[in-house]
């Protein structure tokens, strides 16, 4: 049994808190750390059975029992807290992004490298059950020659301006796991990328510096080609769909909604609406990719995704933005050099 820390008790420590405690055989949950701890998070805790809540994290570094940290903080104490807990001897699984800052991410590669420890980014929607089936029949070559490939992800309703300003933009807070999404089903890296946004939900994310619609497309270094379309707000609930094309078939996925009810009447066929947002969707999904994590420390085998993994969406996220600022196609090998990767 692997003793887990949990480090951020905001939404999604609570989601990994309970899913470990519900779904992971081989894990537990020992201690959770959050600055912000209180006596609610503290009932929370101890409903789930976790014996430990500290306002410290360093408190679950320290401690020689627990072999496994979840880093759920805010994103700009990520690759602070990696670096730090795999220099404790701590196996790390890490939300996404590691960082927005690229020359940071390096930090964490070198420590990753050094340290010997299994690492591990929260790139969830790759343990999916419909994108995690499109994965399965494109590498048993059921598409042929892949050509095409289509993703379509829009939230149900913008965040906060407050988050909007501190997010890193669109392209590394929502498209990033489009980006991941594009080389996990693909099996192959971005080339190249253009994209194009606007300001169409709300006026005051334009003013914070950022967009809140965007098409983007990428190439790819197997010929395929790429579209990727986003959006801040969908009326009609969490949109998250995807397709590949290719020489031999198309496979596709739609939206899961509670139950996949349709009523017929003479007014129209109406069915439901999806799934309200990414908790609601995707919530499977968090307990499997800790479960495979786990896994990984359990059979000393490598993770799923790894700190690399983390990079690369990174990267493509620079590149978009740099195309929208510059209104051209960027190439990653210029974002590459840009860094000395």
Same mark, same amino acid.
């Given at each position: 049994?692997?003793?887990?820390?949990i480090?951020?008790?905001?939404?999604?420590?609570?989601?990994?808190?309970?899913?470990?405690?519900?779904?992971?055989?081989?894990? %537990?949950?020992?201690? !959770?750390a959050d600055?912000?701890?209180n006596?609610?998070?503290?009932a929370?805790?101890?409903?789930l059975g976790? %014996?430990?809540?500290?306002?410290?994290?360093? $408190?679950?570094?320290?401690?020689p029992?627990?072999?496994?940290?979840l880093?759920?903080?805010s994103? =700009?104490?990520h690759?602070?807290?990696?670096?730090?807990?795999l220099?404790?001897?701590?196996?790390?699984?890490?939300?996404k992004?590691?960082?927005?800052?690229?020359?940071?991410?390096?930090?964490?590669?070198?420590?990753?490298?050094?340290?010997?420890?299994?690492? %591990?980014?929260?790139?969830n929607r790759r343990?999916?059950?419909?994108?995690?089936?499109?994965?399965d029949a494109?590498?048993?070559g $059921?598409v042929?020659?892949q050509?095409? !490939?289509?993703i379509?992800s829009?939230?149900?309703e913008p965040?906060?301006?407050d988050?909007?300003?501190?997010?890193?933009?669109?392209?590394? =807070?929502?498209?990033i796991?489009?980006?991941?999404?594009?080389?996990?089903?693909?099996?192959?890296?971005?080339?190249?990328?253009?994209?194009?946004?606007s300001?169409?939900?709300?006026?005051?994310?334009?003013?914070?510096?950022?967009? =809140?619609?965007?098409?983007?497309?990428?190439?790819?270094?197997?010929?395929?080609?790429?579209?990727?379309?986003?959006?801040?707000?969908?009326?009609y609930?969490?949109? %998250?769909?995807?397709?590949?094309?290719?020489?031999e078939?198309? !496979?596709?996925?739609?939206?899961?909604?509670?139950s996949?009810?349709?009523?017929?009447?003479?007014?129209?066929?109406i069915?439901?609406?999806?799934?309200?947002?990414?908790?609601?969707?995707?919530?499977?999904?968090?307990a499997s990719?800790? =479960?495979?994590?786990?896994?990984?420390?359990?059979?000393?085998?490598a993770?799923?995704?790894?700190?690399?993994?983390?990079?690369?969406p990174?990267?493509?996220?620079?590149?978009? $933005? $740099?195309?929208v600022?510059?209104?051209?196609?960027?190439?990653?090998?210029e974002?590459?050099?840009?860094?000395?990767?």
């Open positions: 049994m692997i003793n887990v820390g480090i951020g008790a905001g939404r999604i420590g609570r989601v990994h808190g309970e899913s470990i405690s519900k779904f992971v055989k081989n894990a %537990q949950v020992k201690a !959770i600055p912000f701890l006596d609610n998070t503290k929370w805790a101890q409903s976790i %014996q430990e809540a500290y306002t410290d994290y360093k $408190k679950i570094l320290e401690d029992a627990i072999e496994a940290v880093i759920c903080a994103t =700009d104490q690759s602070k807290i990696s670096i730090e807990a220099q404790a001897g701590k196996h790390v699984f890490c939300e992004p590691i960082d927005h800052d690229v020359e940071k991410i390096k930090e964490v590669l070198a420590v990753v490298e050094k340290a010997g420890k299994k690492y %591990q980014v929260g790139f343990f999916d059950h419909n994108f995690k089936a499109i994965h494109v590498a048993a $059921k042929g020659k050509q095409i !490939i289509k379509t829009r939230d149900p965040p906060s301006i988050y909007v300003k501190v997010s890193g933009g669109i392209f590394l =807070d929502m498209t796991h489009d980006f991941d999404m594009v080389r996990y089903l693909s099996g192959a890296e971005v080339e190249e990328v253009y994209a194009e946004g300001v169409t939900v709300d006026p005051e994310i334009g003013k914070a510096g950022d967009i =809140d619609t965007a098409v983007i497309t990428l190439k790819l270094d197997n010929g395929a080609t790429a579209v990727i379309d986003n959006c801040r707000a969908a009326c609930g969490y949109d %998250q769909r995807a397709e590949v094309f290719g020489t078939g198309c !496979i596709a996925i739609s939206n899961d909604s509670d996949n009810a349709v009523f017929s009447g003479k007014d129209g066929v069915a439901e609406k999806p799934m309200f947002f990414f908790l609601e969707r995707y919530m499977a999904a968090y990719e800790i =479960d495979s994590f786990v896994e990984a420390i359990v059979n000393d085998t993770t799923p995704v790894n700190a690399n993994d983390g990079l690369a990174v990267l493509i996220g620079l590149a978009a $933005k $740099k195309s600022a510059e209104h051209r196609p960027v190439k990653i090998d974002i590459r050099k840009e860094y000395n990767l």
